[in-house]
């Protein structure tokens, strides 16, 4: 089953399998958020993050390219009465990234790219990133495949300090945590799980 019918499939539950509420390390993050502006959720699925973002008083759009997944951002964004939210579906690796299109890029755990679709991904991510944007990035270590509490099973999925420091190094106040931690993130994300958070303005 290639990657599409996966998450479709997984989203035709009638549960959010990531849960309502944003991701934690997200929403920790709200004190460096602009008040108003733009902002890319990328690859939001059902839309827990697109939608806390935009609550935040941001213009965001909320890319995915599962329709399943958009159905349900769009009924949590009815039911929290959240207008100022757009829904692009799209394959990430393949999107026109509008250049400098946004004033924050949120990218949580979105390790379904292979080295060669991340490449483009991060390409696109830092193009349409405003200068003195913030980006936002959570994703698994490969220490989290010790685990298997959810994310890739292929080590090269996986992100590193290196990995990230290769790619956004000349972003400014740039700041990362590699950690292990206690993950309740809906039936998907649950359990002891081994993450890296990124914060940095390019
Ligand atoms: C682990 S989920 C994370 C969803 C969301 N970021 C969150 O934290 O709740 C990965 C998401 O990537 C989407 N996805 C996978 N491959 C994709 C692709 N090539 N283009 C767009 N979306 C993709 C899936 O539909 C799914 O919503």
């Given at each position: 089953?290639?990657?599409?019918?996966?998450?479709?499939g997984?989203y035709?539950?009638?549960?959010?399998?990531?849960?309502?509420?944003p991701?934690?390390?997200?929403s920790?993050?709200?004190h460096?958020?602009?008040?108003?502006?733009?902002?890319?959720?990328v690859?939001?699925?059902?839309?827990r993050n697109?939608?806390?973002?935009?609550?935040?008083?941001?213009?965001?759009v909320?890319?995915?390219?599962?329709?399943?997944?958009q159905?349900?951002?769009?009924?949590?964004?009815?039911?929290?009465?959240?207008?100022?939210?757009?829904?692009?579906?799209a394959?990430v690796?393949?999107?026109t990234y509008?250049?400098?299109?946004?004033d924050v890029?949120?990218?949580?755990?979105?390790?379904f790219?292979?080295?060669a679709q991340?490449?483009?991904?991060w390409a696109?991510?830092?193009?349409?990133?405003k200068?003195?944007?913030?980006?936002?990035?959570e994703?698994?270590t490969?220490?989290?495949l010790?685990?298997g509490?959810?994310?890739?099973k292929?080590l090269d999925?996986?992100?590193?300090?290196e990995?990230?420091?290769?790619e956004?190094?000349?972003?400014?106040r740039?700041e990362?945590?590699?950690?292990?931690c206690?993950?309740?993130?809906g039936?998907?994300?649950?359990?002891?799980?081994?993450v890296i958070?990124?914060?940095?303005?390019?």
């Amino acid at each position: 089953m290639g990657e599409y019918d996966r998450w479709q499939g997984r989203y035709a539950a009638q549960e959010y399998i990531f849960g309502e509420e944003p991701n934690v390390f997200l929403s920790q993050q709200k004190h460096l958020l602009p008040k108003s502006g733009t902002c890319l959720a990328v690859a939001d699925g059902e839309g827990r993050n697109g939608v806390w973002l935009a609550e935040q008083g941001l213009d965001v759009v909320s890319l995915d390219f599962s329709e399943n997944g958009q159905d349900k951002a769009k009924a949590l964004a009815k039911k929290r009465g959240v207008t100022n939210i757009e829904f692009v579906l799209a394959d990430v690796h393949n999107w026109t990234y509008p250049a400098d299109g946004f004033d924050v890029v949120a990218e949580i755990f979105t390790q379904f790219s292979d080295p060669a679709q991340r490449a483009s991904k991060w390409a696109g991510m830092r193009r349409s990133l405003k200068t003195g944007g913030l980006l936002l990035i959570e994703g698994y270590t490969p220490k989290q495949l010790d685990y298997g509490t959810g994310g890739p099973k292929e080590l090269d999925h996986l992100y590193t300090r290196e990995l990230l420091q290769a790619e956004f190094g000349y972003f400014s106040r740039l700041e990362m945590k590699d950690y292990e931690c206690m993950m309740a993130e809906g039936s998907r994300h649950a359990g002891m799980a081994a993450v890296i958070d990124l914060i940095g303005w390019k």
